[in-house]
């Protein structure tokens, strides 16, 4: 059975890298940049994007809202007056556990995307499936919180891998936990060697211009129109 | 593309299912009762386990621990005594994001089942594929902590269906984030009614005594020698 198994999902990723080329040259064509934000249920990454996205200085955010079930993060940010779609992933069978390309793609009419420089494509929260499936995307970032412990890029190598940015959430709580950044930051060195981090409470708000620039710098860096 | 990935996930599902049945005959033979303990990464299933399991009175428990890469938290159980087997998912594909039937299978020969009264099966940190997949346990658990947000049960609702408790940790956090409990217990019971719940810090101790309790309850429940 396990052998089975692996085969196909060795088939379904062949088939997403095709939808996810096509999706990202759809984006280009548009003259937009694509950014996959990931991570764990719950460490924050709708809190950073209602924070961040309003005030990014010349460039036009937008939102793919990726979820099981359910609309609450994209009311969140649709509340801020950001672009968002809402894509839910539980028709058929239970939810699925990641966005994949050709779901993305189905969305593709949904967005406004003569109308962004910048979409984020916020995926369901999970440490390991994300990682495996392209969606089209410029970037990949991942939120890890400190409330989930130093020892993540440990059991989630592949996750800490994939991604060019790790935004470190919720450092406001960093006095209540028993969380090691210095053991975070060197278990993340060892499975991702030279990645760069940034510290951020999306909660007070602390380290998000940092997180401002990085995307004002991504926007820029490509999907110029063709 | 979507429609042959479910029906190969039903497949598997049904191959699971049969796998499942025989883990349980053969756990009821040994008079062992099974607990599949899920959640999202970093809810603090492993700080629960150590500081919950060797309390236990007249049970002997055993921890078998899923997780992607790594032996940290099996080595966290072992620190405390605990009879621990690591099975890691990252054969193949990257990491299976859950445990199956056929994987738990592939570690009875290593589980001292003879010497145990009570298995915690602690599953991959991820809140939706292990819902889908029964592994041969009497009964399911999960655990939420509260720095992930009151809006997981509506996010995650066949995660928050497919346990009979729900273990609502890290409450010494809750002066520290912005979780309405009540707003979360209102979710929980509209997507899951009646499910019980307890409120506890695995870090402080308080609660434990209410999730002995219930493991030694479990334990009694089921799995008396043939």
């Known amino acids: 059975m396990h052998r089975v198994k692996v085969r196909v999902v060795e088939d379904a990723l062949d088939a997403n890298n095709t939808i996810a080329s096509a999706n990202r040259a759809d984006f280009d064509r548009e003259g937009v940049t694509v950014l996959n934000l990931m991570s764990a249920p719950g460490a924050g990454k709708t809190t950073l994007l209602v924070k961040a996205l ?10 793919l809202e990726g979820d ?10 649709a509340d801020v007056h950001i672009p968002v779609t809402q894509l839910n992933t539980d028709q058929g069978f239970g939810g699925e556990c990641h966005l ?13 995307l003569a109308d962004l420089d910048l979409l984020v494509i916020e995926n369901v929260g999970n440490l390991v499936c994300p990682a495996e499936f392209r969606v089209g995307e410029d970037a990949r970032v991942m939120v ?23 935004i470190i959430n919720k450092i406001d709580l960093l006095e209540h936990v028993d969380f ?4 975070f930051l060197y278990h993340l060195e060892g499975v991702h060697p030279g990645v760069p981090h940034l510290l951020v409470s999306a909660r007070t708000g602390e380290g998000l211009e940092a997180v401002r620039d990085y995307l004002v710098g991504l926007a820029s860096r490509a999907g110029a129109p063709a």
Request: a negative charge; glycine letters at 8%.
């Open 54 to 63: 309003p005030g990014l200085e010349g460039v036009r955010p937008g939102v």
């Open 144 to 166: 890890s919180s400190v409330t989930e412990g130093e020892d993540k890029p440990l059991k989630y190598p592949l996750m800490f891998r994939a991604c060019e940015l790790v």
């Open 68 to 77: 099981v079930a359910g609309s609450l993060d994209a009311d969140r940010l």
């Open 180 to 183: 090691d950044l210095e053991k």
């Open 100 to 112: 994949d390309a050709n779901m993305v793609r189905s969305a593709l009419p949904s967005l406004p």
